[in-house]
């Protein structure tokens, strides 16, 4: 049976907080933890760290609380606030398939081990501002977030962990969701012909195997534009007899990736269509190329 389809067990949130305060593992599969889980509560053992300007301009201790337990959460719902702020993290962090309900602040708090939010769900604000993170992996991956500067700022965040750690592959899909939380923000108007043209066609630069599929969708479309308009000039480009649909998709292929078309001549009503054809091909083709050498060639 899949975790998903479990009965969940009801935890209380002073039970985590106990956990923590002992220095024991946390390990919940299935829960569903009801209470808010706020680590300013509990008498933890402490240590000064180096006050940047968010510590400074809050005014807060020189002093953060360590946190030794290895927390990992999977496949549970938190049903009040979760609060790791101003906290340092010595072990794994990981919240995978996780529903933070009412939000959960990580602002100003260090993770020296990896961390995960792995198809987690965050219903409110996620906050991260100030955050660290020192483990090798952080990772958003398929993490649902109902505020999109929320999915801006923590993709980000992974994003810079991992490009820093050299994991390219997640460090682009994390850029691929970042950019996609700062295009849900911008007015309709611009939200939507990015998401088209940019997010769908050109993948924020991090797919060049979907650009490819919408290069050949693109040449393909304007070849049958071209045969059911007869948009090739037979006698001008010297054909025995009429354009076959084979002639159609060479002169669609052509006009797209060359300056000229290949031998064939349009018709006066369609010389305009396949001088687009042309432009929108050139710059598709070249971005699929400068895409392919970020992603395979860095």
């Known amino acids: 049976m899949a975790d998903e389809n479990r009965p969940r067990t009801p ?23 009801e209470g808010d889980i706020d680590l300013d509560k509990l008498d933890l053992p402490t240590e000064s760290i180096e006050q940047t300007e968010l510590r400074k301009k809050m005014a807060w201790a020189e002093d953060v609380k360590i946190v030794q337990s290895s927390i990992k959460i999977t496949n549970s719902t938190i049903q009040g606030r979760l609060d790791f702020s101003d906290l340092t993290f010595k072990r794994d962090t990981r919240f995978d398939g996780v529903t933070f309900s009412e939000g959960a602040g990580f602002k100003e708090a260090t993770f020296s081990g990896d961390t995960g939010f792995k198809e987690a769900t965050f219903k409110r604000e996620a906050e991260f501002d100030g955050s660290k993170f020192e483990g090798d992996v952080l990772t958003f991956r398929n993490a649902t977030f109902i505020l999109a500067q929320s999915q801006e700022k923590a993709c980000r965040k992974a994003k810079n962990v991992l490009e820093k750690n050299g994991d390219r592959e997640e460090a682009g899909y994390h850029f691929y969701r970042e950019m996609e939380g700062k295009r849900k923000q911008k007015p309709w108007y611009l939200r939507y012909p990015e998401y088209v043209f940019i997010q769908l066609i050109f993948g924020y630069g991090v797919h060049p195997l979907r650009l490819w599929a919408c290069w050949i969708g693109f040449v393909v479309l304007f070849a049958v534009v071209y045969w059911f308009g007869h948009g090739i000039d037979a006698v001008a480009s010297q054909l025995q007899g009429d354009a076959t649909l084979k002639d159609y998709i060479w002169f669609s292929i052509a006009t797209a990736v060359t300056p000229g078309y290949a031998g064939y001549k349009p018709t006066t009503d369609f010389k305009l269509v396949a001088g687009l054809e042309a432009i929108f091909g050139t710059f598709m083709w070249a971005s699929f190329i400068a895409t392919f050498a970020r992603k395979y060639m860095r």
């Not at 209380?12 to 829960?31: C, F, G, P, T, Y």
């Open 11 to 33: 935890i209380s949130a002073d039970w985590i907080l106990k956990r923590i305060q002992d220095e024991k593992e946390v390990r919940l599969r299935n829960a569903i933890i």
